[in-house]
């Protein structure tokens, strides 16, 4: 069955000055940020039309709620802004917490709990983990972990952080000095593969099951395991070709291959459809944002059946 259909809205031939698209995020229906090699950039999708918010390299944009994260070469760390402080015209700098503390992080995510924003980074084996107070315009350092490889993947998902490495997942509480726990158990004889093979860590999804039960995404496979890191089920996903991103839009994984991209519907581990987009590139956490490798720059729309026709469920845009 087809979960998605793809439609182009803009398109126009590639330029000896293409833009060159680090990370972007919906601002609102009508206008994306960009973060790019030459600055942050807002395209507006109504006039088709960019304007230019900054001049230095964007390396980093996330969104949560109503407040946006970014990094580049300006201030080389993570500055927090509310996105209604966000206009072509407006210094960003003037309403937005840098967290001077977390310079040269190479991993960045976000997340709200008990009314609390906080605000992850990474450098290597280390995990930085920050309130922010964005009416007090500051921040407060709470607490660092460690993990036994360098960082691949970092999440903060219901009021927990989940660090993911090479063939291995950590479970850390935010509050507390609750210990933490190892997604794949090396008690599990059947997960061995995944501890001797060096698999690199893609993605983690918690399922909404009425039960602890995890999805554990790697590059070759995903397997589904309870919080002890045994496994939960027999099924396992299993890639068609090697992918370049996954993304997770409940209930849906999708795949980011050289061929397509590739639906699997996580509650029952069945696949669900391939969609014929060629090596695309995730731009944001939803998947919602996406870049291919070379030729025309496009704007494809990618809706979900079943939401209203006016709902932007999925936005891609894409470099052909």
């Not at 720059?297 to 891609?316: I, M």
Request: hydrophobic share 40%.
């Amino acid at each position: 069955p087809q979960i998605f259909t793809p439609k182009v809205i803009y398109e126009r031939q590639a330029e000896k000055d293409a833009i060159r698209i680090n990370c972007a995020v919906m601002l609102d229906p009508s206008h994306i940020l960009l973060g790019t090699e030459d600055g942050l950039l807002m395209f507006d999708c109504l006039e088709e039309g960019v304007h230019k918010m900054g001049e230095k390299k964007v390396t980093h944009l996330e969104r949560w709620e109503n407040m946006i994260v970014y990094m580049g070469q300006k201030h080389k760390c993570p500055c927090v802004i509310h996105t209604s402080l966000i206009a072509p015209k407006q210094d960003l700098d003037a309403g937005s917490v840098k967290v001077a503390d977390a310079r040269s992080c190479h991993l960045i995510t976000m997340g709200t709990a008990s009314n609390i924003l906080y605000l992850c980074t990474t450098n290597r084996k280390k995990v930085s983990l920050f309130e922010i107070q964005i009416k007090k315009m500051n921040y407060s350092k709470l607490k660092e972990f460690s993990a036994p490889h360098n960082i691949q993947l970092v999440r903060l998902l219901s009021g927990h952080l989940y660090v993911g490495y090479v063939s291995g997942v950590m479970k850390f509480g935010l509050q507390g000095d609750v210990m933490p726990l190892k997604l794949v158990s090396g008690d599990d004889l059947t997960l061995g593969f995944i501890r001797v093979n060096d698999l690199n860590c893609l993605g983690c999804v918690e399922l909404n099951s009425g039960k602890k039960e995890y999805l554990l995404c790697f590059h070759m496979l995903a397997v589904y395991v309870d919080e002890s890191g045994k496994r939960s089920r027999k099924e396992e996903l299993i890639w068609h070709s090697t992918p370049y991103d996954i993304v997770y839009s409940d209930p849906y994984l999708l795949i980011f291959t050289e061929c397509c991209v590739e639906i699997y519907h996580v509650p029952s581990a069945h696949w669900m459809q391939n969609v014929p987009i060629r090596k695309a590139r995730s731009l944001n956490r939803m998947g919602s944002l996406i870049q291919l490798s070379e030729g025309a720059f496009s704007l494809v729309y990618l809706r979900k059946h079943g939401t209203e026709g006016c709902c932007l469920t999925f936005l891609y845009l894409l470099l052909l």
